[in-house]
Every structure is written in C-alpha cells, then in structure tokens.
C-alpha cells in the first residue's frame, strides 16, 4: 500500500508500506493529520493527490473491491444506539458484502474475538463506554479485512480494558496489517512492530520497533546518586558509552554491557559509596525520537 | 446494498416513537374526517339523487379524505425524512457507510427506499379504510387507483425533497423546517393565479389534484420520476462533494 499525498496543509506528505501481519503504530501530537490521513485511507475523504493502494486495488479507481479489505474504527465508534449489538454488527457485515449464510459465522467470531458473547442481545445505548469502544472493534474486523485501522481505540478507557484492547490489538496483528493510531507513546511501544511519526502533516520518521530496542544501541540508565561523583568519572567507567547529568543527583547513561549493564553500575556505586538511591533503565526511545523530531521542528521552524 | 440500507433504515424508523406517533395521527384525523365525510354524504345522498348530480362517494368521500392525507403528511414527512442523513452526520455514523465498499449511489437509494417502505406502511390505514367503502357502495375503482397511486407519488416526492434536505446539515430540525419551507411553498404555488401561473405545474399539489379528478396526464408520467431523480442525484452529488472536499 502507498500513498503519497501534497497540496493540502492539513496533510503534505505521508507515504508508507504496510503488510500483513505488522502493528503499524501511528504517531503524532494533536493535530498532527493523523486522523486526516486515516479517513483517506478508508475513503471517506479523497485525497487531493497521491494513491491509496489496498491489495491490487487503488482506493480512488476500484473503492467498492478495496474498501471491502479495509476495517476502520474512527475516533468516536460510529454505533447505531438503537440497535443490539447483534443486529449492529449483522447490519455491519452486510454493508461489508459478506455474504448472506456467512454474516452469523462471521458475527459470532467478531464477538467472540472482543469478548461480546454475553452482550449480543443488548441496546448499544446500555452499554458502559469501553463495551461500545468494542463494538467498535467488532465492526472494524467482523468481515475479516486485509487491513484494520483504529484511530485511538483506548481514548477515555480505564486501565484495564486498554489493557485488554491492547491485547486485542496484538492478537489482531498477527493475521491482519493493523495501523494503530494514537499519541501515546507508550501504547505504541507496548503494542506496535513499527512506527511512523508524522509532524505538521509529514512523515518525519519511520522504523521498525524492534529494532529500536535492540541492545546495540546501548541500554539507558537513569540513576539517582546521593553522593554523586563529578560526570567525567561516571563516562570513564567501564562500558559506559556516555553520560549526562541532569542535575539534583540524576545521571543518564548509556551502557554497552547489555542485560549485566545494570549491575556492573550497581556494584561501582556501592563500592565507591555514591549512595545509590534508585536506577531505571530507560527504553531507548521512542520518546526521545518523537520529542526531539515534534519539538526540534518548531524550535527549528521558529 | 441499498436493500440493506434500506431495511436498516426502516429498523431505526420504527425503533423511534416519531414514526409511530405520526402513524398514529395520520390514521385518526383522517379516520375522523372520513367518518365525517362518510356521514354527511349520507345525509345529501337523497338531495344528489334528486337532482341526478354526476358526482358520487368516490369524488365526495375518497377523494376529499386522500387530499386531506396529502396535506397532513406534508407536515409529517419533513420530520421522519430529517432523520436520514442529517442525525448520522452528528452522530458520526455516517464514516460507517463512507468505509464501507457501497457506493454513494447506494447509499442514497438505500435511505430513499427505507423511508419509501415506512411511508408505504403508514398509507396503509387510509387506503384501507377508502377499500372499505366497497362493502357499502360501488366505487369508480379507476378513479381510486389513480388517486392512491397520486397519493403515493406525492409522498415520494416529499421523502425526495427530504431526503436532500437531510444531506445539506448536521442538524436534524433544520433539515426539517427546510423541507416543511420547500414543500409549503411548492404547494402553494398550485393556488397562485388560479393553478394556471407558470410554475403550478411544478407543484405537486396540482399534480395530485388532477390525478384525484382521475385525470391521468402523460406528463405526470415524466413528472414524479423526474423530481425523485433530480432529488437523489442532488443528495448523490452532495455526500460526493462533501468526501471530495474537507
């Protein structure tokens, strides 16, 4: 699948490749044209130039055969409240051309998939905010699409239901292509096999996640000393590639020793009598990539 | 598809107390009125008899009571048609159908004939209740057909106009209040210079007049299918700008 896209600000450039069975983590601060870009995906906006290609299918030429690959959850679940859940995702099937004897099969798996067997028989409009954001779900895949898209599916969720939708998500990525957009971090990391951030309607960066968190790049450590010796001191020791201070006592650093990195720092703080007070290790990290490319282009722009 | 849309579309009608209750009131004014009708004609029948008058039950009682429904669904249909596309659009639901792999065309065939189904329902009663006269009397069964067969294209027109209506807003009340605008004003152009200015032959109230005088004109043939079309492909074009924008 590409796209590329120019002309209108909202979105200027953004091109990417996805396939079966990825997690496509889709990044961007509010307002970035994250959601733009998603309802051109799904046809419900038409670009103003640049292809959307689903299959063997580009979206603008051939929509009836690509649309039906495609399963999209927007922002807000577009739910029928006067109609059961049941009949909602019957209904949704249908408008997703599966076939007429399939529709029960295929609603039966969706809600087994998102945990709505019990809940087939109730009014959409009973149901607390994290069952809708499931039916939601179910319609994105109760056809079985090729590709699912989810604009920020655990907005306004309480812990454990993300935790569960989450779970979802993982298990959907492993047969279908799954763009997930959002922008937290966290939940791309804990979800996603690839990133893509986009800044003021760009693509500025692409990877594959677990490459990111490969050792070569080194494990950052982020360490509370009491005692602290001066900066050159830590950025001599054994495999310490680099070192800052940040000021109050608090070092990052960054260890070429892997898993062990933690415990070599450890045992020099004791013997030296720094007074370790607490260490982390930090995942290297999509958080720096994200601030630095967000904030490094207004600083820049500015 | 549209089959789809349109069953649907019917589920959600009648899922809201809005079609019922208009149901409702559509078949008791018109019930009343045609008692009334039925008994007065009972009264002057000697008198018309006497004076070998050309007119019978069919002109002095079906007719009267199948304009009268004419004139109450132009209040009520406005308000069942506001619905269609309007209230997705608010509730966001419309990406739903946009997503979906059916076409726009689809889409609006879908709507248009979901609220056809329900209106054809609601006309029911009232056509019923013309039939039953058969138990009583002859009917000039001609003029009867011609005149629910009006009756219905005349509501197919409202749910036209209103379905257009529905795509223009976000807001179902508006949409409704311009429809109710539209087809009053329409209406009234058949009672401007006498039914014979200009545009009383756009109206479909001089349409339906003729067709209740069981005067079938061939340019009512061309009439009602080509007001529906130009509605739906007004709707089309609309929701098509309306992706092709932002």
């Known amino acids: 699948m590409r796209r590329d896209y120019a002309g209108v600000p909202a979105v200027s450039g953004v091109s990417f490749e996805l396939h079966r069975g990825q997690v496509l983590g889709f990044l961007g601060a509010n307002g970035a044209g994250k959601s733009t870009t998603l309802r051109m995906l799904t046809g419900s906006l038409a670009p103003t130039a640049g292809e959307v290609r689903v299959g063997g299918f580009v979206l603008q030429d051939q929509p009836i055969p690509a649309k039906a690959m495609i399963g999209y959850l927007p922002e807000h679940p577009p739910l029928y409240p006067e109609l059961t859940v049941g009949e909602y995702l019957r209904y949704a099937a249908r408008l997703r051309r599966v076939a007429a004897p399939a529709v029960s099969e295929a609603v039966d798996l969706a809600c087994q998939r998102c945990d709505l067997l019990d809940h087939r028989r109730q009014l959409i409009r009973h149901l607390s905010k994290g069952f809708q954001q499931r039916v939601g779900i179910a319609q994105a895949i109760v056809h079985n699409p090729a590709i699912v898209i989810l604009d920020e599916p655990t907005v306004g969720l309480d812990p454990i239901q993300i935790r569960g939708i989450r779970r979802l998500i993982q298990s959907l990525g492993q047969d279908h292509g799954v763009i997930l957009s959002s922008h937290l971090l966290g939940e791309i990391q804990a979800v996603c096999s690839h990133v893509l951030i986009i800044h003021g309607g760009r693509s500025v960066y692409a990877a594959d996640l677990t490459e990111l968190d490969q050792p070569s790049a080194g494990v950052t450590l982020l360490l509370h000393l009491a005692a602290p010796p001066p900066v050159d001191t830590l950025r001599q020791l054994d495999g310490v590639t680099a070192a800052e201070s940040l000021g109050d006592g608090r070092f990052r650093m960054c260890h070429s020793g892997g898993d062990a990195s933690a415990e070599v720092l450890v045992r020099t703080a004791c013997e030296q009598g720094w007074r370790l007070t607490a260490i982390q290790t930090e995942s290297r990290s999509l958080e720096q990539v994200f601030i630095e490319l967000t904030l490094g282009a207004e600083t820049h722009a500015a | ?246």
């Not at chain 2, 739903?96 to 076409?103: A, H, Y």
């Not at chain 2, 013309?130 to 409202?158: E, P």
């Open chain 2, 1 to 246: 598809m549209p089959l789809i849309i349109a069953g649907k579309e019917l589920r959600s009608l009648f899922a809201s107390p809005l079609a019922w209750t208009a149901m409702v009131l559509v078949t008791v004014i018109v019930a009343w009125v045609f008692l009334e009708l039925v008994s007065q004609h009972l009264d002057t029948q000697a008198e018309l008899v006497a004076l070998n008058s050309p007119t019978g039950v069919t002109d002095r009682v079906v007719m009267p009571t199948l304009n009268l429904t004419a004139w109450l669904f132009l209040f009520i249909v406005p308000f069942l048609s506001m619905r269609l596309i309007a209230d997705e659009r608010r509730a966001g639901t419309l990406v739903l159908l946009f997503s979906s792999p059916v076409s726009m065309t689809g889409i609006v065939l879908g709507k248009y004939l979901g609220i056809l189904g329900m209106l054809t329902l609601a006309l029911l009663p009232v056509a019923c209740m013309v039939c039953s006269l058969y138990f009583g009397t002859a009917l000039d069964s001609g003029k009867l057909a011609s005149g629910l067969l009006g009756l219905w294209l005349t509501l197919a027109v409202f749910a036209a106009v209103g379905l257009f209506m529905s795509t223009l807003t976000g807001t179902p009340t508006a949409a409704a209040f311009a429809t109710l605008g539209l087809l009053l004003v329409a209406w009234l152009f058949s009672t401007t210079g006498d039914g014979i200015g200009p545009l009383s032959g756009l109206s479909p109230a001089t349409r339906l007049d003729s067709l209740l005088r069981g005067v079938f004109d061939s340019s009512d043939l061309f009439y009602y299918p080509i007001v529906i079309l130009a509605f739906l492909v007004l709707s089309i074009w609309r929701l098509d700008s309306e992706r092709l924008q932002s």
